[in-house]
């Protein structure tokens, strides 16, 4: 199907209706036969490992509730952090049989003089809405189909809205890999809609990974599998859409997060191949090829359409930390590399059947690309036996040069109870000093971010404020560590009376 | 700005209907439900043949009708045949039916059997019917 770019009412009356919708929505295949005992897999497997609650269904819709506050709360860290996250796994007697396929819940921890509260809503997605009223799966997901699946008429009707969160000029948006923002009211987490930037992009994917500028600048991309379109979105800093435009990107991979300097967007484009109706589900219509370098597109801020690609090996990347670009166009960035897509691929599609698999084997990377040479290479930047993902850095910095870097790790030469991630840990460029915090056995660290202390000097003083489920006691914590001393622990939790399932990312708005 | 445009009865006047009455007919019930908004025009057009549903022959009935949020009912009289349809709401009234610049359609749209497609529109062995004795199509639009 090609992208019909000058519709009109010759194309409509020729049958050109073009739909030139993302692969997101695939899955023709209704032969992805439900495994009925999925369900009852994963529920025998949890009781023996308990920790898999991480990967249960929210045990309610809603939740809201006062936390219990240990330590000493920092008397300036008031403000809400926002967490989206997969939290419906299972309906009737479907369970998904892939993490990301679970419907996104909002979650927002309010913090203030009269301590922490919590509150939770699912996402009112138009999917969500039509499974919750008939009370059975319905449509196809990222990896997973029930049987005789309704048809998926665009990105939006299986946008389940459930990976990550922005807050941009006093909206408040639930974002998912391929289709709209869900627009959701800061104060009641209730849905508004989906939302558009502009009445030309109604529809236009907007992935879950913005970047935004010290300033309030915003870019994002989207991506179009099937009709191949990498879309870049420019937004300024009071929300107004400022320029978005397209480039073919053939073959398609799979991108999930992307760099942003002060000029160029960096955009890898993994060998992870998308090919129309090659498998039963939007990933599995993918195909890993690890011979195949991985390509790497640098794009003009001011000019979308002035990029070039350059190639690095084959690899495979979720999630950058921040890039910036000095005066000589030499752009660094940071990367949680691995050399296989196997962690989405396998490791969280077994999981949701209580199979466990390892952990994520990715490993931080340092990339450095010379913009006028156009040329590209990249280095490890500590031992291949810490694993990491999660990376963050002060947002006063983002898309400038950074020091610091939080992110999760875990050390695989330690042996662990459950197969996540365990630590937190920050890593400082200039030392090269990683400084790492382990989680009790019975708490499963989820992202952490750096929030910085009102009125200090980017990446001097501030906080790492993250959440963890402890399976242990069935309860959902907030951490606080002092990002000057990861390593002593938290100086403050907030611990909720009830667990949650496993998020994906959270964002800090200051009060 | 990638828009398609449609016949909107403009000669007929706005919100006409204009029906099709044949010779020998078979009656074809056709109807339409899931329209979400009670705004614009709902277009309608029945192909009797490929040719047509690739615009490379005129539809042999083409129907253009208020929208309502209740189901809209049709009926029209064909030759027993072979038949497809296709359906429009053009929401905003703006003669077009709207899409973004990545040419996703923006208002909702539908093709008998409910045939969906699949980054397109659908193929015609995918939309047409059997038009022998009385025949329905319940035809729900997409968002």
Redesign the interface.
Known sequence: ?K???????????????????S?AL?S?ASGWATQPSRANKFKQAKALHPWLMGYDTASQDSFHAQATIQGAWPKELVGTFYRNGPARHEIGNFRYSHWFDGDGMLQAYRMSDNGVSHSAKFVQT?KYQAEKREGRAMYPGFASVPDNPS????P??TNVGNISVLHHHGKLLALWEAGSPWEMDEDTLDTKGIFSFA??????PFSAHPRVEPDGTLWNFGY?S??K?L?LWHIDAKGKLVK?D?INVDPMGMPHDFIVTSKHLVIMVPPFHYE??SGPTFMDAHSWNPDLPCRVLVVDKNDFQNHFWVELPSQWVFHYGNGWEDEAGIIRFDAARASSPSVMTEVFRKVMQGDIAPSAASAHHQYRIDTKRKTISEAPMFSPTIHSEFPSVDPRISCRRNNLLVMLTRDTEQPALHSNLNEIATFAFDSGRLNTFRYPEHQLPEEHVFVPKPGSKPESEGWIVGTALDWKSQQTLMTVFDVRAVEDGPVATATLPYALPLGLHGKFVHA | MMKIRIALGIAAGIYAMAWIQLASAETLNITLANITEANGLVMLEVFAAEEEFKGEQPAVASISQRAQTTAMNFSINLPKGEYGIRVMHDVNGNGELDANFVGMPTEPWAFSNNATGNFGPPKWSEVRFELDGATNQHINLNK
């Open positions: 199907m992208i019909k770019t000058s519709l009109n009412r010759r194309n409509f009356t020729r049958g050109g209706l073009a739909m030139a919708v692969g695939t023709t138009y048809p998926v008429t665009s939006d009707s009445p030309q992009t109604k529809g236009v179009l099937n009709a379109l879309v978005v397209k129309s109706n």
